[in-house]
């Protein structure tokens, strides 16, 4: 009999084609191609397991997407066997062997999603896929003022839409800047995990402060609330990326940090 | 009668779903979108003369178009009700009243090309609309090494695919440079015009050097041949951007400079 091992890939997608990150019954998933080009390769049955479930039209630098296998490969040969039989919009960057027990959703991580803005008089249509766009002239010193109400440990009930099947709606957020750089703006938030459209929604309501509909103050009434409706609206899927996600070191396993 | 006027457009556009700038007679061009949408809009038969003939494929963030009109509307508010009629891959970003004889191509003007690569292992699906992807590492000083030969005016005619009908392949650059940030190489190239395929030409030939496949002083014999064999192979249009025209002020006309 084979030895089974766990494999934890490191994917990048543009997810403007696609219905999200999980499987579903109607329409294409970065997870259902990731099962289908493994299960071609390994000839097994593969499901794997995603270390963000990212929303329908949201891009991923460094998701990870780990199964068990017994096909024998040397783990860092499979993205090339991968890549050819995945469409060029996802592709396998890393491929590392990882302990039996590691589960990416269950093992303590920090995640950064990046949100990106054009703000300019007219869209620009080689950024169109990867940034939202607003003409709406965005104030960063006051979207960088509301922002830091949100660093910390907190209860982010305000910041989850419907449909979260979270247990708990708090969550910390250890870094969340704002940054400008000729017509495009970067939010940047690294957190213990989010919850449903929780980042999109933070942009939506920065940028409801950066548009002055919002006093920067208000957002710790925002945050206080508790309740999704006094945040802003959730910002478009396209805007969002998924940049980093890195694992505590822990005894007994030999997980890796920053795998992207 | 109504006046007729001279109008400029600055064109953005992602090149990725057209035949390229000009007119075909089979498959979509950005120039024939314009011209549509124009011609919509004012109900006379528009058609724009281009500042640059972009290739299939090849993408810009300020091309002209120039067209003359009786329609009365401001000419700054064109460039709403025109994007309101194009596709979401084309946006114009600014329009102005010229002088009457001001011909986008005939008069002197200056262009910048960026020629963008990906040199990483694994491509990056969220930038590969808009680069070059290729694993094979690159050496970004001999790369600037063999461009410092191309610099000033010199025959280009190696530089130069079949097909031209340009009078002369004399042409001037004013400036070249190869920028490393990152696994990103920007290669920026500005010049007084540039032949059929030139800035590909260049890229490809520049990546021959820094792949160690061609000498960086061999440039200096590849220039001299006079001979599109000599030079590099043709870089894939998709890593081509248009980044900006300058035109050079002349008296008895309006003529602006940098119009993006």
Same mark, same amino acid.
């Given at each position: 009999?084979?030895?089974?091992?766990?494999?934890?890939?490191? @994917?990048?997608?543009?997810?403007?084609?696609?219905? !999200?990150?999980?499987?579903?019954?109607?329409?294409?998933?970065?997870?259902?191609?990731?099962?289908?080009?493994?299960?071609?390769?390994? !000839?097994?049955?593969?499901? @794997?397991?995603? =270390?963000?479930?990212?929303? +329908?039209?949201?891009?991923?630098?460094?998701?990870?997407? @780990?199964?068990? &296998?017994?096909?024998?490969?040397?783990?860092?040969?499979?993205?090339? =066997?991968?890549?050819?039989?995945?469409?060029?919009?996802?592709?396998?960057?890393?491929?590392?062997?990882?302990? #039996?027990?590691?589960? #990416?959703?269950?093992?303590?991580?920090?995640?950064?999603?990046?949100?990106?803005?054009?703000?300019?008089?007219?869209?620009? #249509?080689?950024?169109?896929?990867?940034?939202?766009? *607003?003409? =709406?002239?965005?104030?960063?010193?006051?979207?960088?003022? +509301?922002?830091?109400?949100?660093?910390?440990?907190?209860?982010? +009930?305000?910041?989850?839409?419907?449909?979260?099947?979270?247990?708990? &709606?708090?969550?910390?957020?250890?870094?969340? *800047?704002?940054?400008?750089?000729?017509?495009?703006?970067?939010?940047?938030? &690294?957190?213990?995990?989010?919850?449903?459209?929780? @980042?999109?929604?933070? =942009?939506?309501?920065?940028?409801? +402060?950066?548009?002055?509909?919002?006093?920067?103050?208000?957002?710790?009434?925002?945050?206080?609330?508790?309740?999704? *409706?006094?945040?802003? #609206?959730?910002?478009?899927?396209?805007?969002?990326?998924? &940049?980093?996600?890195?694992?505590?070191?822990?005894?007994?396993?030999?997980?890796?940090?920053?795998?992207?």
């Amino acid at each position: 009999m084979e030895a089974r091992r766990r494999i934890c890939l490191t @994917v990048a997608y543009d997810g403007t084609a696609y219905c !999200g990150w999980q499987v579903q019954k109607n329409g294409n998933t970065i997870e259902s191609e990731l099962n289908r080009a493994l299960s071609e390769l390994t !000839g097994e049955k593969i499901q @794997v397991i995603g =270390a963000s479930r990212t929303d +329908a039209g949201v891009h991923g630098l460094c998701n990870l997407a @780990v199964f068990d &296998t017994c096909f024998r490969i040397p783990a860092e040969k499979l993205p090339y =066997a991968l890549n050819q039989r995945l469409p060029e919009d996802i592709r396998v960057r890393e491929s590392k062997e990882v302990a #039996p027990d590691f589960h #990416p959703r269950r093992c303590r991580s920090r995640k950064t999603y990046e949100y990106h803005i054009l703000n300019a008089p007219f869209s620009n #249509p080689v950024k169109r896929l990867y940034s939202y766009f *607003t003409y =709406a002239p965005l104030d960063v010193e006051k979207m960088r003022q +509301a922002a830091a109400y949100l660093v910390g440990e907190h209860d982010f +009930a305000s910041f989850c839409s419907a449909g979260s099947q979270a247990e708990t &709606t708090v969550r910390t957020i250890y870094d969340l *800047t704002v940054e400008k750089s000729g017509d495009e703006i970067v939010i940047r938030v &690294t957190g213990s995990g989010f919850l449903y459209n929780m @980042v999109r929604i933070i =942009a939506g309501t920065l940028m409801e +402060a950066g548009r002055g509909r919002m006093a920067s103050e208000k957002m710790e009434e925002v945050l206080a609330a508790g309740n999704r *409706t006094a945040a802003g #609206p959730t910002a478009p899927a396209c805007g969002l990326i998924l &940049t980093e996600i890195c694992y505590e070191r822990q005894e007994n396993s030999d997980f890796f940090t920053n795998p992207a």
